[in-house]
């Protein structure tokens, strides 16, 4: 081979292995604006209102033909950190906990439910919410997939914490469990989440979202009849997700909750 065509041959080379990594690059952007990794298949849905949901779904691995599993709606912070996904994700939790998974995405100005109890400062004023149209596709789900209607679980951090007390407050009868993270929601709504068992978590040391939400959610909960259990990390600021959705007991617990829809 000439000097030249060794040149063009290294330039070729260089070249696809530029490309490679330009799209590996388009790939990890692409994913992180979607808040889910590439297991997940893109999804849109268009609410009866005109509303839309984009969505990231991940079915069972080896689904059972009549079986159903349960479904798990995760939702993302502000900055679209959603770590419950991608835990979720993993092959190994994929085998030991079969679930259908939803990784919603809430562009700006929305958010996933509004209250105004962090102040002017921290949320704009009443922002357009998207947990509506959340709640209208996951009804659709119900009926199209082969979903457990007694087994929809509702996680979410920071602002998806949020989200999550929200609907667990407006929608009880939907869900069979609540993992708020970092959340925040008005007390007073709490005995609307009696029905709903709960298990939230905060960091001690949180400057973003202050504790007393957590515990002072989880407490009236409690004082309602409810099931809130709580852990609270000491030494531990807003990123308290991480160990969260590493917590010893956590998917355990979460998947062995069940509601009857009997009346």
């Given at each position: 081979m000439s000097s030249t065509m060794k040149f063009l041959h290294t330039l070729t080379v260089i070249a696809v292995g530029l490309g490679a990594l330009g799209a590996a690059a388009q790939e990890r952007e692409a994913a992180g604006k979607r808040h889910y990794g590439p297991e997940y298949a893109q999804r849109v849905f268009k609410g009866a209102g005109g509303g839309e949901f984009?969505?990231?779904?991940?079915?069972?691995?080896?689904?059972?033909?009549?079986?159903?599993?349960?479904?798990?709606i995760c939702l993302h912070g502000s900055g679209g950190n959603v770590r419950a996904s991608a835990v979720?994700?993993?092959p190994d939790m994929r085998e030991k906990y079969p679930s259908f998974i939803v990784v919603g995405e809430c562009e700006r100005p929305f958010?996933?439910?509004?209250?105004?109890?962090?102040?002017?400062?921290k949320m704009p004023a009443?922002?357009?919410?998207?947990?509506?149209?959340?709640?209208?596709?996951?009804?659709?789900?119900?009926?199209?997939e082969a979903i457990d209607p007694n087994r929809v679980y509702i996680i979410g951090q920071s602002l998806g914490g949020?989200?999550?007390?929200?609907?667990?407050?407006?929608?009880?009868?939907?869900f069979a469990g609540?993992?708020?993270?970092?959340?925040?929601?008005?007390?007073e709504d709490a005995p609307k989440m009696a029905t709903v068992p709960v298990w939230a978590f905060h960091g001690a040391d949180d400057p973003t979202v202050p504790v007393k939400f957590s515990r002072d959610l989880t407490a009236g909960v409690t004082?309602?009849?409810?099931?809130?259990?709580?852990?609270?990390?000491?030494?531990?600021?807003?990123?308290?997700?991480?160990?969260?959705?590493?917590?010893?007991?956590?998917?355990?617990?979460?998947?062995a909750q069940k509601k009857s829809l009997e009346k």
């Open positions: 984009k969505y990231g779904w991940l079915a069972p691995a080896q689904p059972k033909a009549g079986e159903k599993y349960p479904l798990v979720l994700a993993r958010v996933w439910a509004f209250t105004d109890v962090l102040g002017r400062r009443n922002p357009p919410e998207k947990l509506p149209v959340v709640i209208e596709a996951v009804r659709e789900l119900l009926k199209t949020a989200g999550s007390w929200g609907a667990t407050a407006r929608y009880p009868e939907l609540a993992v708020p993270i970092c959340g925040f929601w008005k007390v004082k309602a009849g409810g099931m809130a259990k709580y852990t609270e990390y000491h030494g531990v600021g807003h990123d308290s997700w991480t160990k969260a959705c590493d917590e010893p007991g956590l998917w355990e617990w979460l998947f």
